[in-house]
């Protein structure tokens, strides 16, 4: 069967809905033709991504770092941030086993996990376990709960960076009322952690955990992506 590549994520993405069940329907017929169809867009904003982020630790040395990948999906960002030379061990967590299938191929992950975030699910990571976290296309209705923010940033050591984006698949609207609800908590999270927002703009986000550790950050501050 002949498949259209230019079509394959846009078709994808017109599939997507706030329900996290169907969504996962989805994900599981592309997953093995995800790679050939990313779009150029995805690309260079994964590109840019990858760029701040070793701009940020580019005095560190990040083969002791640890890294994970948060909705890896079939691993763009894991394979992108290894070829953006991080040298540390990097994992993945998706929960749509054939994403994971895909990801396994590139060989840039030390483990990879198969789980949904939700309240109802604790995962099965010890706190404090990773230097970096990375997001991308997972915070949005029908993905990633907002109510459950606060257990990946209990994942990171202190000190640690989360970079993300937001994701409007579905075009209701209903990302704004998301990133609200997010925000909001990201608010509530500052009355506990030190919380600094190095970067914010419409390609994504990096946002500093700080706890009794100095922040890595500050050279990051003037950074702009567009």
């Keep these: ?4 590549k230019q079509k394959i994520v ?3 993405w017109s599939q997507l809905t706030d329900s996290a069940k169907h969504n996962q329907e989805v994900y599981t017929k592309v997953a093995k033709h995800l790679d050939e169809g990313q779009t150029a867009s995805v690309n260079l904003l994964v590109n840019q991504m990858m760029d701040v982020i070793m701009e940020i630790y580019k005095d560190k040395k990040t083969e002791e770092l ?3 990948d948060v909705a890896c999906a079939a691993g763009r960002c894991g394979a992108g941030l290894r070829n953006f030379g991080w040298l540390g061990p ?8 054939e994403m994971l299938e895909a990801a396994k191929t590139k060989n840039v992950y030390r483990t990879l996990f198969q789980e949904m975030i939700s309240l109802q699910s604790p995962l099965p990571i010890e706190n404090s376990s990773y230097d970096l976290i990375i997001c991308f296309g997972g915070l949005s209705f029908g ?3 907002h109510e459950c923010i606060e257990m ?10 989360f970079v993300f984006n937001y994701s409007d698949y579905t075009n209701s609207g209903s990302t704004i009322k998301y990133k609200a609800s997010l925000e909001e908590r990201f608010e509530n999270l500052k ?3 030190e919380l600094i927002r190095m970067v914010s703009n419409c390609s994504f986000n990096i946002i500093c955990f700080t706890q009794q ?5 500050p050279t990051c501050s003037t950074k702009t992506v567009l």
């Design 66 to 68: 640890t890294a994970l």
């Design 1 to 4: 069967m002949n498949i259209d």
């Design 10 to 12: 846009p078709q994808m």
């Design 213 to 217: 550790k100095q922040s890595i950050l």
């Design 143 to 145: 993905h990633i709960p």
């Design 152 to 161: 990946l940033f209990d994942l990171l050591v202190p000190g640690g960076i």
């Design 191 to 193: 009355t506990k952690h």
């Design 90 to 97: 990097i994992d993945g967590l998706d929960a749509c086993k």
